[in-house]
Nanobody, 118 residues
Framework: QVQLVESGGGLVQPGGSLRLSCAAS????????MGWYRQVPGKQRELVAT???????TYADSVKGRFTISRDNAKNTVSLQMNSLKPEDTAVYYC????????????WGQGTQVTASA
């Protein structure tokens, strides 16, 4: 129904930057929110940032001021600009699309590894 493909992950030094991108394809008819989550092995997946179709963004406290989420509604893409990366940002980052017509449903990408390490 909906497919999400992430790109842009990699290995950077602490203090460096990366830009993640996610492209959605398939049959998208409902209104939706797109965002980014991250997960470390053995821990729960956590929200990083979300952005709805009218520009309302939500950020985890741990990334406020460092990460910026953006969205291209016409192309069904969402990006995450990550600056001043810290070792604790290291995780697999997942793109998420959440339909907003109940029952809501979450679509997930396969994930892209981000590593901030010296």
């Amino acid at each position: 129904q909906v497919q999400l493909v992430e790109s842009g992950g990699g290995l950077v030094q602490p203090g460096g930057s990366l830009r993640l991108s996610c492209a959605a394809s398939g049959s998208i008819f409902a209104i939706y929110v797109m965002g980014w989550y991250r997960q470390v092995p053995g821990k729960q997946r956590e929200l990083v940032a979300t952005l709805n179709g009218i520009g309302s963004a939500t950020y985890a406290d741990s990334v406020k001021g460092r990460f910026t989420i953006s969205r291209d509604n016409a192309k069904n893409t969402v990006s995450l600009q990550m600056n001043s990366l810290k070792p604790e940002d290291t995780a697999v980052y997942y793109c998420n699309l959440r339909t907003m017509i109940r029952p809501t449903y979450d679509y997930w990408g396969q994930g892209t590894q981000v590593t901030a390490s010296a």
